[in-house]
């Protein structure tokens, strides 16, 4: 058994949910490397998907089809990202207003297990400073504390397409150093802990410490309130880790995204090469295809 990764190479709630079911329908998904031409085949057969794990900014596309994924015998959480970021670094998330209804039927749904929010990534910019972030960091927490028990958080890491990008969108951004991420980070913690929020630094070991805990998005112990069988209990206790960077805690998955198919437009974002490639391999993406990476349908033409 095999948990569904869905998606750390884009949003599928929010742009691909009537792909994904379509998918869940066939019982299977092509995927193809993002680090080569080779082309995977994944089962979504309810006996092969110990869980799906939802990466997402926006789950509202998604929410109809819950009920028919859990009746189809589908367990499911979701890393929900709020960092009520301005326009300027965020074009298409939702206002927080929105998200928050979004968040709070989500959590009546799965409880505070099945939903862990993401702070991700800290962009520090002259406007964004430090002062900016504990203020925006507060009001999220006082205002999520209902619905989670923990937040992933992490600096932006500067990838080479991540610097081009923020360089051409957001010349005014910042790199803080180790010491000042350290620091922050701390009282963020502080912050997040007055709240009963755990805080846990994704692939940052470097902030680990008493109080920030080592982040694991793909989490076989947060699976295990999930799970609704004795059969998946034990898949999950054989996972073994399988960390897809330097300092990554995440346990074995099978992702079933594609990079470029992302039109929010984050700035930051890793996993776009750039918003005009983003929204045309989008335009592309038929909700009957196989495969999300819209490359398989000029290879099968």
């Known amino acids: 058994m095999h948990i569904i990764s869905a998606s750390r ?24 490397s993002p680090f080569g031409p080779r082309v995977f085949e994944i089962s979504l057969l309810t006996e092969d998907v110990l869980g799906i794990v939802f990466w997402t900014k926006n789950a509202a596309p998604l929410l109809k ?48 297990r099945g939903l862990r929010w993401r702070y991700d990534t800290i962009v520090m910019t002259e406007k964004l400073d430090r002062s900016w972030h504990t203020s925006n960091f507060r009001n999220l927490c006082a205002s999520l504390a209902g619905f989670t028990s923990e937040c ?10 991540t610097k081009r990008n923020m360089s051409l969108r957001v ?8 010491a000042e991420c350290r620091d922050m980070a701390e009282e963020l913690a502080h912050i997040a802990r007055d709240r009963k929020i755990s805080l ?7 902030l680990v410490s008493e109080r920030i805990g080592k982040a694991r998005c793909i989490d076989a112990e947060a699976m295990a309130h999930v799970v609704d069988s004795t059969r998946r209990q034990e898949a999950l ?65």
């Not at 028919?68 to 890393?79: M, P, T, V």
């Not at 992933?152 to 397409?161: A, E, V």
């Open 237 to 301: 206790r054989r996972l073994k880790t399988a960390p897809s960077r330097n300092g990554c805690g995440c346990a074995a998955s099978k992702d079933i995204g594609a990079y470029d198919t992302c039109a929010q437009g984050c700035v930051y974002c890793y996993a776009n090469s750039n918003p005009d490639r983003a929204r045309r391999n989008l335009a592309l993406v038929r909700a009957d295809s196989e495969c999300l990476d819209p490359r398989w349908d000029f290879m099968n033409r």
């Open 171 to 178: 010349p005014d951004h910042i790199k803080p150093s180790e």
């Open 65 to 112: 089809y819950l009920d028919e994924l859990r009746n189809r015998g589908y367990c499911f959480s979701f890393l929900y990202t709020v960092n009520n970021y301005p326009a300027f670094l965020e074009p298409g998330t939702p206002k927080l207003g929105h998200t928050m209804k979004i968040v709070e039927t989500l959590a009546k749904k799965l409880g505070p």
């Open 200 to 206: 846990l630094s994704c692939a940052h070991d470097f």
């Open 9 to 32: 190479r884009t949003d599928i709630p929010a742009l691909h949910a009537a792909w994904f079911m379509n998918r869940i329908r066939a019982g299977r998904v092509r995927v193809i």
């Open 152 to 161: 992933i958080f992490s600096f932006c890491d500067y990838y080479r397409k």
